[in-house]
């Protein structure tokens, strides 16, 4: 089942689409630089990229590989990935990572220099998940990462009274029953 809808940024009201990071998504050159550009920068880098890269930039070929690996996900039915794009360029990223429909977890990166997305972008992903059979969303959320905290909030999500230890860094856990 695919799916595909508009959201509205909270500061300006202007539009973006989420669609499917699927195998009908054909990236542009200036795409895959978006998101290398999107990627590097902070606080995306190191809170998602920067020990897993070794400290090394993340690259046009982790770009397409990142296309490649959401294109699997959504052949395979394992996980899915939606791009946030507005005028077609990328502003962020939703997904669901598993195809667990009791409980899976989210994600998201967006672009810090189009801030406003996220929380729409988050609902419209709850939404999304509902109506593909999903019960619950949870997310892990760095305990220093108030922000990412502060758009689970506003789309619904709860904090668990538990921290989670994942990788050697801590994390709170946000749910929400769809």
């Not at 809808?5 to 202007?14: E, L, Q």
């Amino acid at each position: 089942m695919k799916h595909s809808s508009r959201i509205k940024n909270y500061f300006d009201s202007a539009e973006a689409s989420i669609i499917p990071l699927d195998d009908a998504f054909v990236p542009s050159t200036e795409q895959l630089k978006q998101i290398v550009t999107i990627c590097n920068s902070e606080p995306n880098y190191s809170m998602l990229f920067k020990e897993k890269k070794g400290a090394k930039p993340y690259t046009a070929e982790d770009a397409a590989g990142f296309i490649s690996w959401a294109q699997r996900g959504w052949s395979g039915s394992e996980y899915f990935v939606f791009l946030i794009l507005e005028d077609g360029r990328i502003a962020g990223a939703v997904d669901i990572k598993s195809a667990s429909k009791d409980a899976s977890e989210i994600g998201y990166w967006s672009n810090p220099d189009r801030k406003g997305f996220m929380t729409a972008a988050v609902t419209d992903l709850c939404s999304i998940a509902r109506s593909m059979g999903y019960q619950k969303l949870y997310a892990l959320v760095r305990t220093h990462n108030s922000k990412s905290a502060n758009v689970l909030e506003r789309a619904g999500f709860v904090r668990d009274n538990e921290s989670v230890v994942k990788d050697g860094s801590d994390y709170f856990r946000y749910s929400k029953q769809i």
